[in-house]
């Protein structure tokens, strides 16, 4: 299957996921930075998610799955490890309903790729489920190469930006936002100076 890839907004849309496992907390812990109103639907759930449950990050409803359940709901993780459960599920899915199934024995509209977050820069890798282990091994190479600084760097050069885009116009306008690309930049945010990048801009703003 050819899957489109596309990075959603669901801050504040309701996820549904149906299932208290290993895989529906692999599931909620994607969920969480997304700001999604996360539903967890299972009569049992791990320890790990009893925390977020604990600590009102998540909505859990005690109880076997019923139809109801999915009301609202913008995305679908049928992620139980009965095959009966995961059918009731996409049966009560609605066709504008996005709907994920863990054992891909129906609909499937989409699959998590994997993430590696430094705040709004993400990387994201999949196999299109053909192989969970070589999309670990890449995500664990892309954490390596692209550190936690890379969260300050990227949220740097949209301000800048921003900044460009108001004091410039024309040819003036493109070369300074080539200049954010400046190695030095990135230098200063790996060495966590990002007061030198803040100097470094205002001098490009003739400030």
């Known amino acids: 299957m ?3 890839p596309l990075l959603l907004n669901i801050e504040y849309k309701t996820a549904v996921v149906v299932g208290g496992g290993h895989v529906a907390r692999q599931k909620v812990e994607a969920l969480l ?26 909505t859990w409803r005690q109880k076997v799955f019923e139809p109801a359940d999915l009301d ?48 709004e820069f993400l990387l994201t890798v999949s196999t299109s489920g053909n192989s969970p282990k070589l999309t670990r091994q890449v995500k664990a190479e892309l954490a390596a190469a692209y550190g936690e600084y ?6 740097f050069l949209g301000h800048a930006r921003k900044e460009i885009l108001a004091a410039f116009s024309g040819e003036e306008k493109r070369e300074r936002l ?11 945010a790996q060495q966590s100076e990002m007061e030198k990048c803040k100097e470094w801009l205002k001098k490009r703003l003739g400030e």
């Open 72 to 119: 609202d709901a913008a995305l679908v993780f049928a992620v139980t490890d009965k095959t009966e459960v995961n059918d009731a599920v996409e049966g009560a899915t609605q066709h504008w309903q996005l709907l994920s199934r863990a054992d891909a024995l129906g609909r499937v509209d989409f699959i998590n790729p994997a993430v590696v977050r430094r705040g």
């Open 33 to 58: 930075p997304a700001k999604a109103n996360i539903i967890v639907v299972s009569p049992e759930v791990t320890e790990e998610l009893k925390v977020y449950i604990e600590q009102n990050l998540i």
């Open 2 to 4: 050819n899957y489109f």
């Open 150 to 155: 890379y969260g300050p760097y990227v949220e």
């Open 178 to 188: 080539a200049e954010l690309l400046d190695p030095q930049l990135l230098q200063w």
